[in-house]
Structures are given as structure tokens and as C-alpha cells.
């Protein structure tokens, strides 16, 4: 039982290499989507009033709700993990699972042009603008994850594993994460477990619910 967490850039093609772990290791994804359908349940406000195409104001984390709203967030990483064998995209996921000894970090990158030509072939926009796109999501991230949690979003250090899919295909990327995580269940690091965390009964349930 075990978790890994994907942290990406965007153009990096991070979130379909996360949905291809999940396939290959035949585990749940716990994406924005999921999250967000559990918290919703909850009665409380959507991610996306909190986090969605620009970063949060610094006063804005100290609302009512988005306290609630953060407090659930990493309530749910954690019960995902705890459920066993999940991957989980972004969220901060790493930053919540840090201690855990049996979660596999990852950060998927890809230099800025590389990136910038993704986008702009995704989106049908010009190169420049996708390079706006690009430096403006990562700040949002940057500053996402800087007040919430106090970590550097890219900062490899806070990573098991690094790779950029500039110099990696995507089926390779994938093959590295999942021979990255059996290297870590066959050796595993101290410090407590995800399987010991204690969940509650409800959002476990409403959890495991959304993730099978």
C-alpha cells in the first residue's frame, strides 16, 4: 500500500503521464476532479474559487471558507492515500505527504520553449502567448503552494524524482515513475506510513466512493 504524487509544469505533459502510471499500475487517479467532488459533498466552495487560472490573494486563505476548503483539501489527499495505491495530480499533494515514507514525489518538467510550443499547438495560439501562459501558471503554483504549505513548488529537492519530458518520451517517463516506485516499496524510507493514517469514517467512505 502506497501513494505517489505528481507535481507538473504546465506543457509538460505531467497530467497525462499520471493518468498513464495509474493505467499501467492499474490505480485510482486523484485529480482537481476528484477533489473537488469530495469537498463538494461537503457543502463547501468550489477549488476552483480558490485556485484556478491565477493564484490566490493572501487574504483570501483566511475566509471562512477557503480555511474550510484548504482544511478538506488535505483531508482527502490524505484519505486517498491512505485508501492505498493511488496516484494523486497536483493539489500540493507532495507537500501534504511529504513525512510519509511510502509515497513516491514526483516533478515533471520541460524546458520553457519546449513547453511554449505544446501549448501553443494545444491551444492554437501563438508561441509568445503560450510562453505568457506558461510563466503565469507557474507563478500561480509557485505562490499556491508557497502559502499553503511554506514549500517551493519547484524546487527539485522536495522531490523523489525529477524528469523532463524534453528528453524523455512520455512512455518512458511512465516506465521510470512506476521502476521509481518499486524501488522504494523493495527499500522503503523511514518515517511513518500512509497506511496508519487515521481516517474519517465518512470521507473515507465518500473518498474511496470517488476514487473507485
Known amino acids: 500500500m502506497a501513494a505517489i504524487t505528481i507535481s507538473r509544469q504546465l506543457g509538460s505533459h505531467g497530467a497525462r503521464i499520471a493518468r498513464g502510471v495509474a493505467k499501467k499500475l492499474g490505480w485510482p487517479l486523484a485529480d482537481k476532479a476528484t477533489i473537488n467532488k469530495v469537498i463538494k459533498q461537503y457543502g463547501l466552495?468550489?477549488?476552483?474559487?480558490?485556485?484556478?487560472?491565477?493564484?490566490?490573494?493572501f487574504w483570501e486563505l483566511f475566509k471562512q471558507d477557503s480555511v474550510w476548503t484548504i482544511?478538506?483539501?488535505?483531508?482527502?489527499?490524505?484519505?486517498?492515500?491512505?485508501?492505498?495505491?493511488?496516484?494523486?495530480?497536483?493539489?500540493?499533494?507532495?507537500?501534504?505527504l511529504q513525512p510519509y515514507s511510502d509515497v513516491l514525489?514526483?516533478?515533471?518538467?520541460?524546458?520553457?520553449?519546449?513547453r511554449a510550443q505544446r501549448i501553443a499547438l494545444r491551444d492554437d495560439t501563438t508561441p509568445e502567448e503560450a510562453a505568457k501562459k506558461i510563466e503565469s501558471d507557474d507563478k500561480a503554483r509557485s505562490k499556491f503552494t508557497k502559502l499553503l504549505y511554506s514549500k517551493d513548488w519547484a524546487d527539485e529537492a522536495?522531490?523523489?524524482?525529477?524528469?523532463?519530458?524534453?528528453?524523455?518520451?512520455?512512455?518512458?517517463?511512465i516506465d521510470q515513475i512506476v521502476a521509481a516506485y518499486e524501488a522504494l516499496i523493495a527499500n522503503p524510507k523511514e518515517g511513518p506510513r500512509v497506511a496508519d493514517i487515521e481516517l474519517d469514517p465518512v470521507l473515507a467512505d465518500t473518498t474511496k466512493d470517488e476514487l473507485s
Open 45 to 57: 466552495i468550489h477549488l476552483d474559487d480558490l485556485y484556478g487560472d491565477k493564484a490566490p490573494k
Open 71 to 96: 482544511e478538506w483539501m488535505n483531508k482527502t489527499i490524505l484519505t486517498a492515500a491512505a485508501e492505498g495505491d493511488t496516484v494523486i495530480l497536483g493539489r500540493g499533494g507532495f507537500a501534504v
Open 105 to 114: 514525489d514526483v516533478f515533471v518538467k520541460a524546458p520553457d520553449e519546449v
Open 158 to 173: 522536495n522531490f523523489d524524482l525529477v524528469i523532463d519530458t524534453g528528453e524523455v518520451t512520455d512512455e518512458e517517463a
